[in-house]
């Protein structure tokens, strides 16, 4: 990867190794699902993963793309078709550093029913808020799409149906998230998938007491500054358990 | 194996042996299940191994059987009781060229009550379409049968039950995929009971919107170039816990 | 341990080793927990472990147990609070070779609720039969008793509540069953678990088809053929990740 | 540490270092969560780790505090922000020799509905006796709060929540146990994770029976003695996969 020999973009090109790594380490995504960074120097650009299982993502995999969705350098290996979920991201949103997309399960069934929505049930996702939006791609795609976020319209039906929030459920299919910095953006994923199912659980066992905006913007606060605590532990554990090679 | 000596049969138990320990590895069968491939170059028969855990199949495990349930040596190890389900699937089905049959723990459920059927809730099982007819042996076998597939007679009122689609439920028993190839049966097994659970999950938290057929067609043909994405990383996880030997 | 120096026993007394040690891989056990044996020339004295984890029994842990629930060799270490499930059961059923006590965890809330029995809802626990009895300890040691099983008394109440099936559910405690063999009496712990989950998972997704009596008679008969392919894979797996020394 | 020196000092931290192996490796704790022990010799002291993952903690990872939750060398690294748990349960209750403070799944969702009270379901867990209190953070920070224990204040009325109780629920938060020893509040947090666990599938299939008081405070005294079964399995599955260096 010529364009990712300096060494801000050498060291974005390992952590964002890492983050695949402890995405499938923590369950967040299997085969599929990816996660990007915005490219250090130039915000236009930002760095992903050819198309493969996260987990077995290794430095020479990382490509770089356009805010078009488009590799920069031609004639390289096959792309996730999916990769404008980050291009519009990016473009709609300057605050967003990194994205991550999944299919992670305790997330997926609150995309696809009506009636209950996402929201923080404990302190450490704080961060989802007044709760999560569903975007329905039937309304951009009709009622026969295969579901995927598969060119830059609908890259931008999906960024705006995010809007200036941190996630955004696709309706029967996953979730997207947003961070000001990648540690931040797998956080955020792998939260995100703990609430679910706390809130499942819950659920059954009462009427739930979820977090106030208050409560939900003083913890988002506070667990800014924890986050490397957890993404010590995660990158540990991803370390010990790699296939990659 | 003196019938799987040539290059392309070796290739094809090779990739049995692979899937054996996938399906394992996935959770989809534990001591129990089995899969089968058609034989390359013979579509009258098909490689299946001895009856054993899959997760301990080797290559030197692996028979063939003619479209009969027969082994073809005579004279060799046990074989699966259930092995009717593999010869009757591929007298009636040209299109399949490989069989799962599992008991996977989020599946089961969905055999045995009524009122609820498995449906696609995400674009991973998009293939379970219109959703998977249960086949109650009862109607076949009465009221006090070992409820297996234990000759060629349930064999093919199975098969007729799976008739052109892609999955078949087995009323307190499990289920059955095909697949037009080896890799597409492991997938749409694996990801079979990922949906299940999911669609168990959803159902208690609102009313659940599944995928319309025309997303179900949609969904299946962008997945079916996308399976060795799932494979390649299921291939290296069940190698690196493998205790076949 | 002296008395266990023959060959019939020695080899019992591995196996008994296995038997611990796959009960706690699969989930069965944990710190508590035990699975005994009859002693295979002595049918008035079993084997069963000093009081200790499962997990980590060794040869030189196991002891011989009279049917008063006394170790034969006196001045030993500490033994399990609750030996007497295993002595009175042996006393009252001359056919049990086998006898595991736990409080595997889906199994436990079917102890402790009343209107719901566990019953087989697949072919793998058609051993469970017309439905597990509950042992309401609080029939024979009042409303202030610490559950245990901590004598002959209540070893023989239980082995009543038991009666001649396999498997007795223990309030607010946990279940034991038996088995004509070491094997199928692991075979039916570990199954019985299996059942137990997936028939909570069906009851939310509607009215639950059990098996008949003739099926479950049918299956049993079955699949006490096929016990060792279950067997073989579970041993290859405890040693694999063993923790006993 | 020069602090911890001593021969009864050391051995406390390397049993306190113990303690958050097993508390990750039995999934009690994740990321966040902390656990501490009071000091060996100066009962107005108690240790606990630096502001880190405690699957990660080592022997030099182990501060001294005092009852003010102020670490007694000064110029040292980043501190929990929830010591103040720890110093006011010291000392409100000179009976507490150690605490545990979690998020454990199963746990966070009975703090966050109305109308359910975590209680014991099987004698593991008697020791959760009449039912578990709940605080409610918003009676003394107001609804716009962090929902951390962050100050002493927070941490008193806290612990006038727990009271004389073996535990308390944090509403969206967590939980805190406290035991007589550290291995009994290890004991006690794995076993109100188990507990939740149970009571939640439990619920789903019937009315529970729930100990009696009596059966609660025999259960407990028993299990006292039966601890170290445990410890001891735990500590050698904490060792065996251990990632602390």
Chains 1, 2, 3, 4 share one sequence.
């Not at 399960?105 to 029913?113: E, G, I, M």
Request: charged residues 20%; proline residues 6%; glycine residues 8%.
């Amino acid at each position: 990867m010529s364009d990712t020999a300096s060494e801000p973009v050498s060291s974005a090109v390992r952590e964002l190794v890492d983050a695949n790594h402890i995405l499938f380490d923590q369950g967040v995504v299997d085969g599929f699902g990816h996660v990007s960074v915005r490219h250090p120097s130039r915000p236009d650009r930002f760095l992903l993963s050819r198309s493969m299982a996260p987990g077995l993502v290794t430095e020479r995999d990382v490509l770089v793309f356009d805010l078009d969705g488009a590799p920069v350098e031609p004639g390289g290996p096959a792309v996730y078709l999916e990769r404008f979920i980050h291009s519009e991201i990016y473009r709609k949103r300057p605050d967003a550093a990194a994205v991550v997309h999944s299919h992670s399960p305790a997330v997926v069934p609150f995309s696809a029913v009506t009636g209950t929505k996402l929201r923080p049930i404990f302190h450490m996702c704080g961060f989802l808020g007044a709760g999560t939006p569903v975007f329905e791609i039937r309304d951009f795609a009709g009622s026969e799409s295969d579901l995927l976020i598969s060119d830059g319209r609908l890259g931008a039906a999906l960024a705006a149906s995010l809007d200036q929030g941190p996630a955004v459920l696709m309706r029967g299919h996953g979730s997207t998230v947003v961070g000001s910095s990648l540690h931040q953006a797998v956080f955020r994923a792998v939260y995100t998938e703990v609430g679910a199912r706390l809130q499942t659980e819950a659920m059954r066992l009462g009427p739930v007491t979820y977090l106030t905006e208050g409560e939900s913007a003083a913890t988002t606060k506070t667990n800014n500054t924890q986050i490397d605590r957890a993404w010590n532990l995660w990158l540990k554990a991803a370390r010990t358990r790699s296939m990659a090679t």
